[in-house]
């Protein structure tokens, strides 16, 4: 049914293919096919495995070489196939909705030999011996996988293991199925490994950080969603974080000679190993922000029309001069210069579920989000003061505000609570004056955005609570 279905539906696109177990670049590892050519092939692996099933291992399933048809952006290269909804326990989902509302952006201004950007939600179909080696799934996100047929085995090792299992040279080995050899691995017993059986019909969580390495056990066709939001953004914090620091050593031998730009290019060497970098995370922050202002004003509206009297003169009047948080919200997309979202799509993967229908579960869920987003936006900004080599305003005509004069004057210093509360003395000496920078289209790793948004979550919390 699937064979025919994919045949169907998506025969001709080029879909991106793996050899199992062999490096990128390796002239063996195609990057794409025709999916008609890989259904092909996949024909001939069933016949072969037909054939050899009681010459197969089954103490060793993973089989290099294999073709693996991997990390298919399936739903945005056929939007119309709407194929799944994400479960309402597994939302907000603003990793995606950030995604789509960029890639609906690219799609409109990007050149035609610069494709737009990609989403997180991803098709797999392999033979039996494909897989995944050890690896954490991408900007510490939650992930889910869905088996629509066939039989995955997963291995997964807690965070605090991860460390037991790397060889002298500080590198984890490819297939954890493998005995390894424990003069290259002396730490690797130590590690406990977590072994899950997926059969077909069932979902699995993969929670952030836990590594894990995939094998299908026999034709396997699955569905695996990333996601992230409020739970774990300030883990996605980190790991951008740590990939920067990544990036930045990749690259050092060759700072001397990149001097004029040298964090823009540290920037960009993250995006494309990451998929985002930290102005476009700012980017996902700050619409985190303005949906979770939005609850917390429409829960407000609420409230005030279940105790007015039915005067609708009256009931307009209180709801236009409802709280500050309100008429804060319209402002709040065109100060930042951060585009809004741009589909219907990509909203609902911001919006808090309806589960929590009533509203003052709505509110703490809008509060809880702004508290979260605080958090992780201190955390970045505390190592850009620490990391960047200068600050983005000094280089540029226009005068910094206040805020990045305050972030600027504690580059280099110990990462602690100080900045904390310079930032915040800082904003509370005139909270009332918008910190406008005009510095801020000039600063390619998006601080002056940042630095903004945390007075902006400061400013809702003050027109919410009153103080």
């Not at 996949?42 to 016949?47: F, G, I, N, V």
């Not at 495995?49 to 991997?70: E, I, M, N």
């Not at 836990?210 to 299908?216: E, G, R, T």
């Not at 918008?434 to 007075?455: K, M, N, S, Y």
Request: net charge negative; with cysteine; aromatic share 8%.
């Amino acid at each position: 049914f699937f064979f025919f279905f994919f045949l169907w539906r998506s025969g001709n696109v080029e879909v991106p293919v793996t050899a199992c177990g062999i490096e990128a670049g390796d002239p063996h590892a195609p990057c794409t096919m025709l999916l008609l050519d890989y259904l092909t092939y996949l024909r001939e692996q069933r016949s072969l495995d037909v054939c050899l099933d009681s010459a197969l291992d089954d103490s060793q399933p993973c089989r290099t070489g294999t073709l693996y048809l991997k990390d298919w952006h399936h739903r945005l290269q056929f939007p119309s196939f709407d194929g799944y909804s994400q479960v309402p326990v597994l939302a907000p989902d603003w990793l995606n909705g950030h995604a789509l509302c960029k890639h609906v952006r690219d799609e409109q201004s990007a050149p035609d030999n610069d494709p737009p950007g990609d989403d997180y939600r991803f098709v797999y179909l392999g033979p039996r011996g494909s897989f995944t080696p050890l690896h954490c799934d991408v900007l510490g996100s939650f992930s889910w996988s869905t088996n629509v047929c066939g039989e995955k085995l997963w291995v997964f090792f807690a965070p605090n293991d991860v460390e037991l299992l790397k060889d002298t040279a500080g590198r984890l080995p490819v297939d954890v199925l493998q005995p390894l050899d424990p003069a290259r691995y002396p730490r690797a017993h130590r590690a406990t490994p977590i072994r899950v059986l997926q059969r077909a019909g069932e979902t699995l969580f993969v929670p952030s950080l836990w590594y894990h390495q995939v094998v299908n056990l026999r034709e396997t066709l699955s569905v695996n969603h990333n996601w992230g939001n409020a739970c774990n953004v300030d883990l996605m914090a980190a790991a951008l974080t740590e990939d920067l620091t990544n990036a930045r050593a990749a690259i050092a031998d060759c700072r001397e000679s990149l001097a004029s730009d040298w964090d823009g290019h540290c920037q960009l060497l993250l995006r494309a190993n990451s998929g985002l970098d930290f102005r476009g995370f700012v980017e996902l922050l700050h619409t985190a922000v303005v949906h979770a202002t939005r609850c917390l004003a429409e829960c407000r509206v609420d409230q005030h029309q279940h105790h007015h009297d039915g005067n609708e003169d009256q009931r307009a009047n209180q709801c236009a001069n409802l709280s500050p948080a309100a008429a804060f919200l319209a402002g709040l997309p065109s100060r930042l210069g951060v585009h809004s979202l741009s589909s219907h799509t990509a909203a609902q993967c911001f919006a808090i579920p309806q589960l929590q229908a009533h509203a003052g579960t709505r509110v703490a869920m809008a509060l809880f989000e702004l508290a979260r987003v605080e958090h992780a936006l201190l955390s970045i900004v505390k190592d850009w003061c620490q990391q960047l080599s200068l600050c983005c305003c000094s280089g540029s005509n226009a005068s910094p505000c206040r805020l990045c004069q305050a972030a600027a004057g504690h580059e280099g210093a110990p990462i602690d609570a100080s900045l904390t509360g310079k930032l915040r003395a800082v904003w509370h000496s005139d909270p009332d004056t918008t910190a406008e920078c005009g510095a801020a289209p000039d600063c390619a790793v998006g601080r002056c955005t940042a630095l903004h948004l945390l007075q902006d979550i400061w400013q809702v919390k003050r027109a919410h609570f009153g103080h």
